[in-house]
């Protein structure tokens, strides 16, 4: 799944395994694992977003600046921060 743009604001579902390729400046995404096995791989190289992951299990690779990464309700299994100002909460 790729979801690119700028200044979006959305919640998106998902089901089963996803990678998810995040270009998005600007953006406020809520991503919605559908239960506690579903997981998702995050790719993120976007900048000033604030996202957050519910449910689930997830991988998460930051290369953007400035993002806020909401982990909280999920189940981390890793993350990697490649860029710089970048608040992760889990």
Do not use: W
């Not at 997830?58 to 806020?68: E, H, K, L, P, R």
């Amino acid at each position: 799944m790729r979801i690119s743009g700028n200044s979006l604001t959305e919640t998106i579902p998902i089901n089963t395994y996803t990678v998810v390729d995040i270009y998005c400046n600007s953006c406020r995404l809520t991503f919605q694992l559908s239960g506690p096995q579903v997981r998702a791989d995050f790719d993120f190289p976007g900048n000033n977003s604030y996202l957050t992951v519910n449910g689930g299990k997830t991988d998460v690779a930051i290369s953007g600046n400035d993002n806020f990464i909401d982990l909280h309700h999920s189940m981390v299994l890793s993350v990697l921060d490649f860029g710089k100002n970048n608040t992760i909460a889990k």
